[in-house]
């Protein structure tokens, strides 16, 4: 929790404006490409400031809800959906969970989704 004003993605937003808006078109060649990648980064690393948890919640909840377990409570967030996605990933190898295809594709759906909408908003499958 940011102890004082400016939030880490007031932080972000004001860097990534300076660099599209005030550096960028002083730039040409590889220096402004960098500049742009710099600039998507920062973009990036906010919306998973803001999304990232609820996406990762999310994810947790529907591979409990497939499997039908919960997380192993000693492992940390991340290694908890990591053993759920290899979990899912070898019933979906060994044929497991062939007779619930369908919630494994609405699950891996909405995981896509969710991870997109952080990565690049503007893909144009999100629009559809």
């Known amino acids: 929790m940011p102890q004082d004003r400016a939030t880490a993605a007031e932080l972000l937003a004001g860097v990534r404006a300076f660099l599209r808006n005030e550096a960028l078109p ?17 973009a990036i690393v906010g919306r998973e400031l803001e999304q990232g948890a609820a996406a990762d919640r999310a994810e947790l909840a529907g591979l409990e809800r497939l499997l039908g377990k919960s997380a192993d409570s000693e492992l940390t967030p991340e290694a908890a959906l990591d053993a759920l996605n290899a979990e899912l990933c070898a019933g979906i190898r060994s044929g497991a969970l062939d007779s619930r295809r369908r919630d494994v594709l609405a ?22």
């Open 26 to 42: 002083q730039l040409q060649g590889a220096s402004a490409y960098k500049c742009r990648v710099a600039a998507n980064i920062l």
């Open 107 to 128: 699950l891996v759906r909405d995981t896509v989704r969710a991870k997109l909408l952080i990565a690049n908003p503007e893909y144009p499958a999100l629009r559809e």
